[in-house]
C-alpha cells in the first residue's frame, strides 16, 4: 500500500458508518477534515474503544517503538508479521480504526510517470481500516511518541494489478468486534488475517499526475480523468 490517503468527510460520518451507539469522546473536531492527498505524518482522525467508550483523536500517521529511532518511521505493518515481530510489540494490544474515503496507489504503465490510481468502496461508503497505535487514552496527554501504522495485506482479485498489497479493511460488524477491549487477542489476529473484505467491494480508476506532490490538496484530485 503506498502512502497517500484521501480523509474528507468528518468524524460523525465515520462513526455513522461504524453503527456504534457508544459514548463518543471527540477529540478530532465536528468540522469536515477536507484532507484529499494525506501523506505520512499526517494527524488523521483514529477510533479506539475505552471500556464501552469510543473515542476520536487526532493521531500522526506513523510510528516506531523508542528504541528505534534511528530507523524509518513506519506507516503500515504486514498482517503476517504483525502480531508475533518485537517492532510492533508495544502497540499490538492497541487496535484501533482509521477511516478513510480513499487511498491511492501509482502503477507504471510505460509512461515517464508512474500513472496514479484511486481505490474506494463502489458504494462510496468510508472505508474502515484495521490499525494499531499509540494514542492519548483517558486522562493521558498526547505524547510525542503517539502514532499508528495501517495493517496491510496481499492485495486480491483485480486489484493485485493496481498494487501487490492494500489495506485490512473490515465491515462495520468485523471493525466494532476489532476495536472492542475484550475480543481476546487470538481473535483479533483471526480477523485481520483472513476476514478482511474482498476486492468486489472496491473500484479503483486513474486520477490525475496532481496527486503525486503532496503540497497538491483539493477535491480535483479524487476525480477520474
Same mark, same amino acid.
Given at each position: ?11 460523525? +460520518?465515520?462513526?455513522?458508518? =461504524? ?11 465536528? #468540522? %469536515?477534515? /477536507? ?87 463502489? +458504494?462510496?461508503?468510508?472505508? =474502515? ?11 493521558? #496527554? %498526547?505524547? /510525542? ?81
Amino acid at each position: 500500500m503506498c502512502g497517500r490517503l484521501s480523509q474528507y468527510r468528518g468524524i460523525h +460520518d465515520f462513526v455513522k458508518a =461504524l453503527s456504534m451507539p457508544n459514548a463518543l469522546v471527540n477529540n478530532a473536531g465536528d #468540522q %469536515p477534515f /477536507e484532507l484529499y492527498n494525506a501523506a505520512p505524518t499526517t494527524q488523521l482522525a483514529l477510533f479506539h474503544q475505552e471500556g464501552d467508550v469510543l473515542h476520536a483523536d487526532r493521531v500522526r500517521w506513523g510510528w516506531r517503538p523508542h528504541w528505534s529511532e534511528e530507523h524509518p518511521m513506519p506507516i503500515n505493518a504486514r498482517v503476517e508479521k504483525v502480531s508475533h515481530g518485537p517492532f510492533f510489540k508495544a502497540i499490538w494490544p492497541h487496535r484501533a480504526i482509521v477511516a478513510i474515503d480513499n487511498w491511492f496507489e501509482w502503477v507504471y504503465e510505460g509512461g515517464p510517470k508512474k500513472q496514479p490510481y484511486l481505490i474506494r468502496r463502489k +458504494d462510496r461508503a468510508p472505508i =474502515l481500516c484495521a490499525a494499531i497505535g499509540q494514542y492519548p487514552r483517558y486522562e493521558h #496527554q %498526547p505524547d /510525542e511518541h503517539d502514532g499508528f501504522v495501517i495493517i496491510t495485506a496481499d492485495s486480491k482479485g483485480g486489484m493485485v494489478d493496481v498494487h501487490d498489497r492494500q489495506p485490512v479493511t473490515l465491515n462495520a460488524e468485523l471493525a466494532r468486534e476489532w476495536l472492542d477491549p475484550a475480543t481476546p487477542k487470538e481473535r483479533a489476529e483471526q480477523i485481520v488475517l483472513s476476514q478482511g473484505e474482498p476486492a468486489e467491494t472496491f473500484e479503483w480508476f486513474k486520477v490525475d499526475q496532481a496527486v503525486g506532490n503532496v503540497h497538491n490538496d483539493g477535491p480535483g484530485l479524487i476525480e477520474p480523468i
